[in-house]
């Protein structure tokens, strides 16, 4: 099942002046159950505007989106949605406590267990001590934390993130992606943006890049990492205690260790050699702006 | 609803703004002082004073909270993350809307109680020539109040529309001198001094007389100071016009809110 389906989503936004922005061209794309799924694009590509689609807060010029089956601009569609927005910005008048309280509500929860997942909730994104002060006090990455509190209180089958690592610290930044982690254990989807490729690399099972508009591929992220592989850089010692250290192409490597064995060699260790998410990801926005060029 | 009435609610309390504009109340203390400077009529003065002062703090809560609360959540990003909860629109403008009219009506039926303080202070040390109609002056405070949740209705009506407070604030200003002179202004073209007028000017004279409120029906001071028994006739249709008048703003409001795109 789907959990999350943009069918042909195009945006164009018109300025005051006549000018037109094509925000999303025609943009098809499905999430499954229990996927992590990361949304890379580069800034102004268009990944924002897919997810405030999602959300109901701008309208589709064309096509469609839903949310495990129901279009997104029935407010129903977002009862099973955690969102976190963009450099969030909460009601700065209330303290993290009663802003967990106010979101919780909104989703119907029963008080008693309201009060138990929020309590446990600000334990774990270590806001605990600052539940009684006023938003307004807090630091960027509390505020970042603080939101994606409010997006784990309600315990929605579905987490939409938008650039959810932006504004964190090392410590922050891992804290999320163990957080992203354990939501996958539990089965939950998540969709994230981010323009961070290495963030896509430790925690999505597949990757959309988006550059002006136009989802440009989608595939997991074993397979860009697997067709990544440029060669292996093969260690390996003699029993004179003579060591070696080689860079072997990809289809090589068979007739090397066997010729490595037949020489007496060891192979000590075959580390792969290979290209990542952010390589891939630049390869792809050039090839894209190659097209553009010669067209 | 009730989660966003109580949260807006809080957000008032805890507004500086409204810290500021509630310190003027304590000018209601020199009343008494100051209307026995006139030497007579020192109760009549009083009142007015008294009405004025409540009038004016009603005023600046109105357009504080009612043309800046929207743009703010709008303004601080606070729409992406409340309207991105799974509520309608309109109930989100809505709850905002009674939390603020709530609030107006709260602070009136403080700042009357006050009022009755003071008149009946004043009347104490230089008693009046006519005996005070309380029920006069409690509905007057009441029916000032309503006028300006009519006029928080237009805040948020402009709110909707404008992506600055300029319109919001200016637009309600505007509406409230508006409002205070539309009868005035319809009475004068359709009087004998009028003739000369053109029936055009005529005609919008009495197209924006409908289209826009008319506070004046709201203003019993007259009432409340002379001590004029009020009519069942004069408290009904104000009232049923308000009951009219307001959700017909903010259904519009609501419509034009739920369409507008959260960039």
């Given amino acids: 099942m789907n959990v999350i389906e943009f069918t042909e989503i195009t945006k164009v936004f018109r300025g005051k002046k006549g000018f037109i922005v094509n925000a999303l061209k025609s943009m098809s794309l499905q999430v499954a159950k229990g996927e992590v799924f990361g949304f890379l694009g580069p800034n102004g590509a268009g990944k924002s505007t897919a997810i405030k689609i999602l959300l109901g807060l701008i309208r589709s010029t064309a096509g469609s989106a839903r949310i495990m089956g129901v279009d997104v601009n029935e407010c129903s569609a977002r009862l099973s949605v955690g969102y976190l927005p963009e450099n969030p910005s909460f009601y700065d008048f209330l303290t993290g406590e009663e802003y967990l309280r106010f979101v919780g509500r909104s989703f119907g929860m029963d008080p008693s267990l309201l009060n138990s997942a929020g309590d446990r909730i600000l334990r774990r994104l270590d806001l605990w001590e600052a539940r009684k002060r006023p938003i307004r006090g807090y630091s960027k990455g509390m505020v970042q934390r603080l939101g994606l509190a409010q997006t784990l209180i309600h315990d929605p089958a579905v987490y939409i993130l938008d650039e959810p690592m932006s504004g964190l610290d090392p410590i922050g930044r891992a804290l999320v992606k163990e957080i992203i982690r354990e939501l996958k254990e539990l089965g939950k989807t998540v969709f994230f943006s981010t323009h961070i490729t290495a963030d896509v690399e430790a925690v999505c099972d597949r990757v959309g890049v988006i550059n002006k508009g136009t989802l440009l591929t989608v595939d997991t992220v074993a397979s860009i990492l697997q067709r990544g592989v440029e060669g292996y850089v093969v260690q390996r010692f003699l029993p004179d205690g003579t060591t070696d250290r080689q860079l072997v192409p990809k289809s090589d490597l068979h007739t090397f260790i066997e010729q490595s064995i037949a020489s007496r060699w060891s192979i000590e260790r075959i580390e792969p050699k290979r290209k990542d998410i952010e390589a891939f990801f630049l390869d792809i926005v050039a090839v894209e702006q190659r097209h553009e060029t010669q067209g | ?263």
């Avoid at chain 2, 109609?133 to 237009?154: G, M, Q, R, T």
């Avoid at chain 2, 402009?158 to 319809?186: D, E, H, K």
Wanted: aromatic letters at 14%.
């Fill in chain 2, 1 to 263: 609803m009730a989660n966003l009435i109580s949260i807006n609610l809080l957000a008032i309390f805890r507004d500086k703004v409204f810290h500021g504009i509630l310190a003027i109340a304590v000018i209601f203390l020199l009343i008494p002082s100051i209307s026995s400077l006139s030497m007579r009529q020192v109760t009549e003065l009083s009142i007015t004073l008294s009405l004025s002062l409540l009038s004016v703090i009603l005023l600046l809560l109105s357009v504080s909270l009612g043309a800046t609360s929207l743009w703010k959540d709008i303004e601080r990003r606070y729409t992406y993350s409340v309207l991105s909860l799974p509520m309608e629109r309109s109930a989100y403008l809505i709850g905002k809307f009674i939390a603020i009219a709530l609030f107006l009506l709260l602070t009136a039926l403080v700042l009357g109680a006050v009022t009755c303080l003071v008149v009946w202070l004043s009347s104490g040390i230089y008693p009046p020539e006519r005996p005070i109609l309380w029920s006069a002056l409690i509905l007057c405070v009441i029916f000032s109040a309503l006028k300006y949740i009519v006029l928080i209705a237009y805040s948020f009506l402009f709110s909707t529309v404008s992506t600055s407070f300029f319109l919001p604030v200016f637009g309600t200003i505007s509406v409230f001198m508006a409002g205070n002179a539309t009868q005035q202004v319809y009475d004068y073209v359709h009087s004998p001094a009028a003739k000369a007028l053109s029936p055009l000017l005529k005609h919008a004279a009495s197209f924006f007389y409908y289209l826009l409120p008319n506070f004046s029906a709201f203003d019993l001071q007259i009432n409340a100071i002379y001590a004029i028994p009020l009519s069942l006739k004069g408290v009904a249709l104000p009232f049923i016009y308000f009951c009219i008048y307001t959700p017909l703003l903010i259904v519009v409001a609501a419509i034009i809110f739920a369409r507008r795109e959260m960039k």
